[in-house]
């Protein structure tokens, strides 16, 4: 039987400070039931396991196809009872057998206002355009690349000495308080 609590699962390729500020937070933490990753030796696997989250770690190059790799993923959050799946820098797109058994119900975080600088390297291509800021969004996931319904954006300003690195840490830090919210809000409606 599915219970009432809304249990999301984190989909996350790296590091993983946006999943750590939501076990951080006092209100979310408890609908955190899994961790989807991708790659072996992720930082993230890490934080999971100090947090005590179950992990499920598989390679997609294992698989046959991504519809193979992706149905494992999918049993996989209906033995966890998910309702929920909340990208944070997992580095590939959802493909139709995800996006279909969680129609509506899966979110990403993008460093920049999109629909400006989508994909890879955001901070960077925001830098090069010498905009005068930039920000986070955070949408619902369609088949594209960081092409769904915006759910929230905050903007950030580019300071004249901004460094990749400086501006990343200002975006992060922007990150970590929205995002959470964010998925708080959402799941609780
Ligand atoms: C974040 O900047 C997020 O916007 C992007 O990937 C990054 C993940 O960072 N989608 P982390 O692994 O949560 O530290």
Redo the contacts with the bound molecule.
């Keep these: 039987m599915r219970s009432s609590t809304p249990k999301v699962a984190v989909f996350?390729s790296?590091?993983?400070?946006?999943?750590e500020a939501m076990l951080e937070k006092d209100d979310l933490t408890r609908h955190i039931g899994a961790l989807i990753c991708d790659k072996p030796g992720a930082p993230?696997i890490q934080r999971a396991q100090e947090y005590h989250i179950p992990v499920c770690l598989l390679s997609p190059g294992d698989f046959g196809s991504k519809a193979a790799y992706e149905r494992e993923v999918l049993s996989y959050l209906q033995e966890k009872d998910i309702t929920w799946i909340v990208?944070?820098?997992y580095m590939r797109l959802i493909g139709p057998t995800l996006l279909e058994a969680f129609r509506g119900k899966i979110v990403?975080?993008?460093?920049s206002l999109l629909p400006a600088f989508p994909g890879l390297d955001a901070t960077g291509q925001a830098l090069r355009a010498d905009v005068s800021e930039t920000g986070?969004t955070v949408h619902y996931v369609d088949p594209g690349m960081d092409t769904g319904p915006i759910i929230t954006q905050q903007k950030v300003p580019i300071l004249p000495n901004d460094t990749k690195e400086t501006l990343?840490m200002r975006?992060?830090k922007v990150?970590h308080t929205l995002y959470p919210d964010t998925i708080e809000t959402l799941i609780k409606q």
């Design positions: 996350a790296g590091s993983g400070s946006n999943f993230v990208l944070a820098g990403n975080i993008h460093p986070v990343q975006l992060q990150e």
